[in-house]
């Protein structure tokens, strides 16, 4: 079965500083994709980052990047330059066939 | 809508009542999904549509809970004979196509917060 864990419940990062969310997964796919999503106090979940496991290449979105390690079944979300706004639950996810997998979330505090 | 809906935002019910959820997706979405929140656990997945027929939902807990899909657009989740442990937040979430999707076009909505008391 595929699985997605996220072992921080929770984090804290001061403003202007990096953080990193660690994530690792459980897939006998080859090829899969691998996804952080944002879920701000509006409970709307809102996709950080994507990432395709044939792409050796990290992904990067702006102030947002991944270290992914196929071998080491490992996804950690780097933050640089955390904003306040930043603030939120962030979720790791794994595309199943059909479906997304996700972790049991890291809650992120940023502080001024 | 721009986006996809859910309603209600928040539904309060007493223990034993049925509850119906709705979620209005993008129009054009052919994939829908509908995933529990609880307290400190995941996302975890209930059903997946693909137009009306669902192809997968194993994720649906008991027999209390079913979904349907009407017109290949809205669709609604139903908790028969709530419990306290049905209390959770319901998000739905839309795509234009289901298996063959990269996830970069999955839409979420705002979700259904319930409460069972």
């Known amino acids: 079965a595929q699985t997605v864990t996220q072992s921080q419940p929770e984090m804290s990062v001061q403003e202007a500083e990096t953080v990193t969310l660690s994530c690792t997964y459980d897939?006998?796919?080859?090829?899969?994709?691998l996804f952080w999503y944002k879920q701000p106090p509006s409970r709307q979940m809102i996709l950080v980052i994507r990432q395709e496991a044939y792409k050796q290449q990290n992904a990067t979105e702006n102030r947002f990047s991944v270290n992914f390690q196929k071998a080491a079944k490992s996804f950690s979300l780097k933050i640089s330059d955390s904003q306040l706004g930043d603030t939120a639950m962030y979720f790791c996810a794994l595309k199943d066939t059909d479906k997304l997998i996700f972790g049991t979330g890291t809650r992120l505090q940023v502080f001024p | 809508g721009a986006g996809v809906s859910q309603s209600p935002s928040n539904k309060v019910t007493e223990k034993g009542k049925d509850v119906e959820l709705r979620c209005d997706p993008i129009?054009?979405?052919?994939?829908l999904y509908w995933y529990r929140q609880s307290l400190g656990q995941g996302l975890e997945f209930l059903i997946y549509f693909q137009g009306n027929s669902a192809p997968d939902k194993s994720g649906l807990p008991s027999d209390r809970f079913s979904a349907e899909r009407t017109g290949g657009s809205v669709s609604t989740l139903t908790i028969q004979r709530t419990q306290q442990e049905d209390s959770a937040v319901y998000l739905c979430a839309s795509s234009e196509d289901g298996v063959s999707w990269g996830g970069e076009k999955l839409f979420f909505g705002s979700g259904t917060q319930l409460s069972v008391l």
């Open positions: 129009s054009g979405h052919t994939a």
């Open positions: 897939t006998s796919e080859n090829n899969y994709y």
